[in-house]
């Protein structure tokens, strides 16, 4: 089974920016639907960003404008580039990829850390 590996979080501070990556142990390219979730302390886990087999990208309301997602087939990774980071952008980001309907992958998640 493939195991997804996420990277890139930390301490930054608000405005600041951080890149999020995501490591696939196996091909992606076959994926149908890639995204970020994530959850913020005593909240549900919720949608930042997802990018389909063919390209297309979605993003939450919180995210447009601010958040960019992307991958690469080659290195089997799926990024998130986050800029003007803020308080509330506080949580744990979880990697997903999904393959079919009943087949999908998480990892064990990042902290990102925006201090005010």
């Known amino acids: 089974q493939v195991k997804l590996v996420e990277s890139g979080g930390g301490l930054v501070r608000a405005g600041g920016s951080l890149r999020l990556s995501c490591a696939a142990s196996?091909?992606?390219?076959?994926?149908?639907?890639m995204g970020w979730y994530r959850q913020a302390p005593g909240k549900q886990r919720v949608l930042v960003a997802t990018i389909t087999r063919g390209g297309t990208t979605n993003y939450a309301d919180s995210a447009k404008g601010r958040f960019t997602i992307s991958r690469d087939t080659v290195k089997n990774t799926v990024y998130l580039q986050m800029n003007s980071l803020k308080a509330d952008d506080t949580a744990v980001y979880y990697c997903?990829?999904?393959?079919?309907?009943?087949?999908?992958?998480w990892g064990q998640g990042t902290l990102v850390t925006v201090s005010s």
């Open positions: 196996g091909s992606i390219f076959s994926a149908n639907h």
């Open positions: 997903n990829v999904r393959y079919s309907t009943y087949v999908e992958v």
